[in-house]
């Protein structure tokens, strides 16, 4: 069984302590379930014959006494996870961190690998792969309206919030595919708003960041040369980027390595041959109210255009 | 005495049925059919008509009375950098003002389409094939919303950008870091 999205399956440190504090609440909270529970069935049991004996009043207040006390001590004993747990969260911060900058957008994510030098920053969009082992350092902004960034397995959630800079650290111990989800209702895709999370040895992350570093593929075949022409003169290029060629919109995700991705439109669809011609002739039908509106182009401009982008390793 | 607390009562079921009606609003069509989005205009650049002028019947945006078409034409207006030449607000600045009640192509909904979709001389690139016609469209109903040109309960009752920043003595101390870029 794959746990794509699940907090009780940590794959990283961070995510582990949060796994403990959430077992911690779920087995205080069934222990006080229970005890109301059976404490209810006694009194149902017992009827109103027990309204007739009188307790004397010592023991009602020592009752009462017990009861207050235990409850006391579980909220404390919750009090001091949750105090520890949020501590601990906060020891990952060391200065050779891999940073990532994290944009929130309605209803998709932009992510760029940081490097001091413009030329070597990798811009990608609702896929971040990470080296196992190394702490990761999210600068989190948002573009429009409050985001929340949430990848269970590995960290917990935090705001996307515009105009500020949140920053998020975590580390995957284990190599693995999680899933994130945007966590705070952003409007009409708010559900549609995921993103992969690929943990993969340290080797094999510095692969594939030198492959999305490069400019995107030359198109080979007439027909792809033909899509090329499309994207560039058509309503493509106003919104998206592909590195190396004319298109260089910012407004909407980044193609220059698409076809290396899993998901189309942040996770609401596979990376197919089918569903990417399906997003490009209506992506109002798959996903309502997204930002990319039916470019309308004919059928044989829509074979070039997928030619071409499923070049774009 | 009952019968006026009865009254009342049935006065303000009433009115509360009324309140009810008035939260409905206009439908968002995130795409429009075919027919309504490919629609060009054939508007005339020129007033000069051979003979006699003929008679043209207007062309409205299918936007004009739809607020979220509006608001999407605001948002596009920075999206696509309009505001670069345009203003902000269209208060202009190398381009001309869209906010005020001077139009050098007119004003009419199927000559703002003509400006955008075939641009103008002196620097008005031309949008068509660029944009697909339904982003022209909601473009050409918010241009007229910025001169007061719709109605005040569909034009956008607020902007999506921040409000005035607080004056520097009361800025948040913030910690740099270098990021590289943007």
């Not at chain 1, 440190?13 to 403990?20: K, S």
């Not at chain 1, 340290?202 to 030359?218: G, I, T, V, Y």
């Not at chain 1, 996903?287 to 039916?294: D, H, Y």
């Not at chain 2, 008509?49 to 948002?75: L, T």
Request: charged share 20%.
């Amino acid at each position: 069984m794959v746990h794509l999205q699940s907090v009780i399956h940590p794959a990283g440190i961070e995510a582990a302590r949060i796994g403990d504090l959430w077992w911690t609440m779920f087995w205080i909270c069934t222990a006080v379930w229970c005890a109301v529970a059976l404490a209810a069935m006694v009194a149902i049991g017992r009827g109103r014959r027990a309204a007739a004996v009188d307790l004397p009043d010592r023991q009602i207040s020592r009752n009462v006494a017990i009861a207050a006390s235990v409850s006391i001590v579980a909220l404390v004993a919750l009090l001091f996870q949750s105090v520890v747990t949020g501590r601990a969260l906060n020891t990952l911060r060391t200065p050779d961190a891999l940073r990532i900058d994290v944009t929130g957008n309605q209803w998709w994510w932009d992510v760029q690998y940081e490097n001091p030098v413009a030329g070597l920053r990798v811009t990608t969009a609702n896929e971040i792969h990470i080296p196992v082992g190394r702490p990761i350092a999210f600068n989190l902004f948002s573009n429009d309206v409050i985001h929340s960034f949430w990848i269970p397995n590995l960290q917990g959630k935090i705001d996307l919030v515009p105009g500020r800079r949140n920053e998020l650290w975590l580390q995957a111990d284990k190599a693995g595919v999680y899933r994130g989800q945007c966590a705070e209702y952003c409007g009409l895709q708010h559900a549609k708003m995921a993103l992969v999370v690929v943990a993969e040895a340290p080797d094999d992350f510095e692969r594939w960041l030198a492959a999305n570093r490069a400019p995107a593929a030359a198109p080979v075949t007439p027909e792809q040369q033909r899509g090329k022409d499309v994207v560039e003169k058509g309503p493509c290029a106003m919104c998206h980027n592909i590195t190396g060629t004319l298109a260089g919109g910012r407004t909407a995700p980044d193609l220059t390595h698409i076809a290396s991705r899993s998901t189309l439109g942040a996770g609401a669809i596979p990376n197919m041959h089918g569903y990417l011609a399906g997003w490009i002739t209506d992506p109002q039908a798959i996903k309502p109210g997204n930002r990319m509106p039916p470019p309308g182009l004919s059928s044989d401009e829509l074979q070039a255009v997928l030619a071409y982008l499923e070049t774009l390793k | 005495m009952r019968c006026a607390a009865i009254g009342r009562r049935a006065v303000l079921a009433v009115a509360l049925l009324g309140a009810v009606a008035a939260c409905e609003r206009e439908d968002r069509r995130f795409k429009e059919l075919p027919a309504a989005a490919n629609r060009e205009t054939g508007v005339r650049v020129s007033s000069l008509e051979p003979g006699m002028a003929q008679q043209q019947a207007e062309v409205k945006s299918p936007y004009q009375e739809n607020a979220w078409g509006i608001g999407e034409g605001k948002r596009l207006y920075s999206a696509y950098n309009c505001a670069a030449c345009h203003g902000v607000n269209g208060g202009g600045a190398i381009g001309p003002p869209l906010m005020d009640d001077k139009w050098i192509y007119g004003a009419k909904p199927d000559q703002i389409y003509a400006t955008i979709s075939q641009g103008r001389p002196d620097g008005m690139p031309s949008f068509g094939g660029h944009l697909p016609t339904q982003q022209i469209w909601q473009l050409v109903a918010y241009v007229q919303a910025m001169s007061g040109q719709v109605k005040a309960t569909t034009a956008p009752g607020r902007n999506d950008d921040q409000m005035g920043a607080l004056p520097e003595s009361r800025q948040n101390p913030q910690v740099p870091i270098q990021t590289g870029h943007r």
